[in-house]
Nanobody
Framework: QVQLVESGGGLAQAGSSLRPSCAASGLTFNDFAMGWFRQLPGREREFVAAISRSATSAHYSDSVEGRFTVSRDNARNTVSLQMNNLVPEDTATYFC?????????????????????WGQGTQVTVSS
């Protein structure tokens, strides 16, 4: 049974940093590209970042480019999202997701329908 478990969200002030992580189990982690999405109540889930199986490529939404960095540790089956210079608009529930990817260098998966597995989410709240 595949499980993705996020942790590391919380309350932060504008301008500060958070680093949520996602621990994966029940799958061969190296076979999967990983993504981060976020969602506000009543709104569509939106793409934040994605990283290829081999961590050789990463992609970001325009709203987080230059502030967020996605990384993975294939030995520990984890993916993290370093969030710097947070702004109140970053407030959302953050979800990690996994997609089986034949190409180890391909990470351009920006649509939620491309992902097979999802975590339960971790809340990030940024105060001004």
């Amino acid at each position: 049974q595949v499980q993705l478990v996020e942790s590391g969200g919380g309350l932060a002030q504008a301008g500060s940093s958070l680093r949520p992580s996602c621990a994966a189990s029940g799958l061969t982690f190296n076979d999967f590209a990983m993504g981060w999405f976020r969602q506000l109540p009543g709104r569509e889930r939106e793409f934040v970042a994605a990283i290829s199986r081999s961590a050789t490529s990463a992609h970001y939404s325009d709203s987080v480019e230059g502030r967020f960095t996605v990384s993975r540790d294939n030995a520990r089956n984890t993916v993290s999202l370093q969030m710097n210079n947070l702004v109140p608009e970053d407030t959302a529930t953050y979800f990690c997701a996994a997609r089986r990817a034949p190409n180890p260098h391909s990470g351009y998966y920006t649509t939620q329908s491309l992902y097979s597995y999802w975590g339960q989410g971790t809340q990030v709240t940024v105060s001004s």
